[in-house]
Nanobody, 115 residues
Framework: QVQLVESGGGLVQPGGSLRLSCAAT????????MRWYRQAPGKQRDLVAA???????NYADSVKGRFTISRDNAKKTVYLQMNSLQAEDTAVYYC?????????WGQGTQVTVSS
C-alpha cells in the first residue's frame, strides 16, 4: 500500500516562507516523478511543481522564482520550499506520485498566508 504523507503546512505572514515535506512509502521512489498540487477553496486542483527521477523540475508560472521542489531519494521524501508567500498561495497542498497505472495522493496540508 503506497502512502504519501505531507507535513509542514501552517499559518504564515505575507512574505514569509514554509517548507513542505512529503514522505513516501514507494518501493522505487527514486524512479518516480513527484509532484505538488494545490487547491484553493472553490477552485480546481492545480499543478504547482514537479521533479523527475533525474532531478529535472518544472513549475507553474505563478510560483516560478519563489518555490523550489527537491527530493531526497535516501529518505524517500520530496520537498517544496516556498518563499515570498502571498495570500494567493493559500490552499491545501497535495503530494502526488503517478506510478504505472496508479495515481497516488497524500491527504494534503493546509497553507494559509495571512497577516
Amino acid at each position: 500500500q503506497v502512502q504519501l504523507v505531507e507535513s509542514g503546512g501552517g499559518l504564515v505572514q505575507p512574505g514569509g516562507s514554509l517548507r513542505l515535506s512529503c514522505a513516501a512509502t514507494l518501493s522505487r521512489f527514486s524512479d518516480a516523478t513527484m509532484r505538488w498540487y494545490r487547491q484553493a477553496p472553490g477552485k480546481q486542483r492545480d499543478l504547482v511543481a514537479a521533479i523527475t527521477s533525474g532531478g529535472s523540475t518544472n513549475y507553474a508560472d505563478s510560483v516560478k522564482g519563489r518555490f523550489t521542489i527537491s527530493r531526497d531519494n535516501a529518505k524517500k521524501t520530496v520537498y517544496l520550499q516556498m518563499n515570498s508567500l502571498q495570500a494567493e498561495d493559500t490552499a491545501v497542498y497535495y503530494c502526488n506520485a503517478p506510478v504505472g497505472f496508479s495515481n497516488y495522493w497524500g491527504q494534503g496540508t493546509q497553507v494559509t498566508v495571512s497577516s
